[in-house]
């Protein structure tokens, strides 16, 4: 079993990693080449349309997608781990917007780029990961704690969307740290830990 592990490590980790190396010695047709390939071999999972793993151990390309679901109308439950996820993200945006705006001004690109982050992360979990039809489908030990953040949530994501100012920034990246350790507090309370 572990001789197995280490040949799969080698085929998926190392050939890929020195293959790269090489490959900087190549013509650049011989990499379109091998692009042309891996394209191929992406085409004709997606036609497959089976969810499952392509290998084949010339290879060093995996693709995984889960399988489709039996009902295009199905909707999930809201996922507090997703949740969690998606305001960590925010509040890591923010506060690396800060960095850079110390030193660049808040009209800097990269100050630009983790603000539009953070409000698409935030979108996303408002508008798709907790939407009132996902809440609906969760159980109500968790909906009792997206219905106590929600209201922050919304007033953090118009905020985000007004941050025209250091000040603004600074407001938004308490405001999802805060947030943050609330909702973990809650999680683990929820969870007896």
Not at 67 to 93: F, L, Y
Not at 126 to 155: A, G, M, T
Request: with cysteine; charged share 30%; proline share 5%.
């Amino acid at each position: 079993m572990d001789a197995q592990l280490i040949t799969v490590g080698v085929k998926r980790i190392v050939i890929p990693i020195v293959s790269n190396a090489l490959a900087k010695k190549f013509e650049p047709k011989d990499r379109v080449d091998v692009l042309d390939e891996r394209i191929k071999l992406i085409d004709a999972y997606i036609d497959s349309q089976k969810g499952e793993m392509i290998y084949t151990p010339e290879k060093t390309i995996d693709i995984h997608t889960p399988p489709p679901t039996d009902s295009k109308n199905d909707v999930g439950t809201s996922c507090i781990a997703c949740a969690r996820s998606h305001i960590a993200t925010v509040s890591a945006s923010l506060k690396e917007a800060i960095r850079f705006a110390r030193t660049e001004g808040i009209e800097n690109k990269e100050v630009q780029t983790r603000i539009s982050t953070a409000e698409e992360e935030i979108l996303a979990l408002e508008r798709y990961d907790w939407s009132p039809e996902r809440v609906l489908n969760s159980p109500s030990e968790q909906q009792d704690i997206i219905n106590k953040h929600l209201p922050v949530i919304r007033e953090l994501r118009q905020d985000i969307g007004q941050i025209y100012s250091m000040p603004d920034l600074l407001k938004c990246a308490a405001a999802s740290g805060k947030l943050l350790s609330d909702y973990r507090i809650d999680i683990l309370t929820m969870n007896k830990v």
